[in-house]
């Protein structure tokens, strides 16, 4: 069977199955549908493979509170008992969730040709969603601090994926998340040339002493620290790293700078890495000066202590970056510290998928 992308099976789903079952039972019925947070289909990197586990044909509908109070249950049986055991050549019909060795509720499509269909078909208020996947309410007023506190993966899922019907305006939350306010997004500027500036410096040294496997290290997250500046430079969120690779890919500058990273990381030497990840620093000084957000900095590389390493010297972008931000609670969370976003202090995945932290994470932008 051809494969079909999850989104685009969703649509098809809601179109010819879903949504003409609601029309019969609830004509009039004011309600908005898409697909939208976890997933792989939601970003557009779902494949075949992709398709073993918790992906099949989905939708999402969310419905004011007082509907949904009142017919969520009926909506979820009622599609149970229509819905067709097949669409598109998929199974309608998911496992109940797994548990135990590892499994977190994973569910599987599964055939069947009698009985309800265990649908999902999810019956959500766009408020409940927003609660229990971003750690925020709809109509919460959104701080730097929460900006900061919420992992890019779940910001890019949000407002990607697609709305197939949207009587009420699940849109503007989508778009109001749609990319940082400006002063955050200098905030985080810095702090990604922060971190080039912790390390650039470590790589040579670490070479110079002969550990090629230390310095190798320290080269891997310069690259990596590379490749989270430059989807700020394109006002991109990262997706985390299953498809963070995949999705620098699609960046302009990674016509020029993939295979400049690529080289960095084969490198065996600690004197050849040195001179690729200069190249990279060019580059990443000519993608800051084409923003125009401060002063031209010049030049790209400069000497570090006379020593004979090569560095971007990140310090002189930091400052220029911060003296332009304004906002004064930004202000205080940068003289407080550049530890900079949720993604760019961690990368833990128990800490970044922790919706329940997401308030304390906030708290330390604050004290």
Same mark, same amino acid.
């Given at each position: 069977m051809e494969f079909v992308k999850g989104l685009e099976l969703s649509r098809a789903f809601f179109a010819q199955s879903v949504e003409p079952i609601l029309a *019969?039972?609830?004509?009039? !019925?004011?309600?908005?549908?898409?697909?939208?947070?976890?997933?792989?289909? %939601?970003?557009?990197? =779902? =494949?075949p493979i992709s398709s073993d586990h918790h992906w099949g044909p989905r939708v999402m509908l969310f419905l004011s509170f007082a509907d949904h109070r009142a017919l969520a249950g009926p909506i979820d049986t009622l599609l149970a008992e229509e819905l067709p055991? *097949?669409?598109?050549?998929?199974? @309608?019909?998911?496992?109940? +969730?797994? @548990?135990?060795?590892? =499994?977190?509720?994973?569910? !599987? !499509?599964?055939?069947?040709?009698?009985? +309800? %269909? /265990?649908?999902?078909?999810?019956?959500l208020t766009l408020d409940g969603f927003m609660r229990a996947y971003l750690g925020i309410a709809a109509a919460d007023p959104l701080r730097a601090a929460d900006w900061l506190s919420i992992p890019q993966q779940k910001l890019l899922s949000f407002s990607g994926g697609a709305l197939f019907r949207d009587d009420l305006d699940v849109q503007a939350a989508r778009d109001r998340l749609r990319y940082y306010?400006?002063? %955050?997004? $200098?905030?985080?500027?810095?702090?990604?040339?922060?971190?080039?500036?912790?390390?650039?410096? $470590?790589?040579?040294r670490a070479g110079a002493v002969g550990d090629e496997l230390g310095a190798a290290l320290i080269g891997g997250r310069l690259a990596r620290s590379i490749m989270q500046l430059c989807f700020l430079f394109e006002r991109r969120y990262a997706p985390y790293p299953k498809w963070f690779g995949s999705a620098f890919a699609e960046l302009d500058c990674a016509a020029e700078l993939? $295979?400049? !990273?690529?080289?960095?990381? &084969?490198?065996?030497?600690?004197?050849?890495?040195?001179?690729h990840l200069c190249a990279a620093y060019e580059i990443l000084n000519r993608l800051h000066n084409a923003l125009s957000l401060t002063p031209a900095i010049q030049?790209?590389?400069?000497? #570090?202590?006379?020593?004979? #390493?090569?560095?971007? /010297?990140?310090?002189?972008?930091?400052?220029?970056?911060?003296?332009e931000i304004r906002d004064p609670e930004v202000k205080a969370?940068?003289? /407080?510290?550049?530890?900079?976003?949720? =993604?760019?202090?961690?990368? /833990? @995945?128990?800490?970044?998928?922790?919706?329940? $932290? &997401?308030?304390?994470i906030a708290h330390l932008y604050r004290d």
């Open positions: *019969r039972h609830y004509p009039g !019925l004011q309600y908005s549908a898409g697909l939208i947070g976890s997933g792989s289909e %939601v970003i557009g990197y =779902d =494949d055991y *097949r669409f598109m050549g998929y199974s @309608t019909h998911f496992s109940a +969730p797994k @548990t135990g060795d590892g =499994d977190q509720g994973t569910q !599987l !499509l599964e055939d069947i040709d009698k009985g +309800p %269909v /265990n649908h999902r078909v999810e019956v306010p400006r002063d %955050v997004w $200098l905030y985080m500027l810095a702090c990604g040339w922060s971190r080039i500036g912790q390390d650039e410096h $470590l790589a040579p993939g $295979l400049i !990273l690529q080289a960095v990381q &084969r490198s065996a030497k600690w004197r050849e890495r040195q001179r030049p790209a590389i400069q000497e #570090f202590h006379g020593r004979g #390493f090569w560095v971007s /010297n990140a310090w002189r972008y930091i400052e220029a970056l911060l003296a969370i940068a003289d /407080n510290s550049l530890m900079g976003s949720i =993604d760019q202090f961690s990368d /833990n @995945t128990d800490l970044r998928e922790a919706v329940k $932290l &997401r308030a304390k």
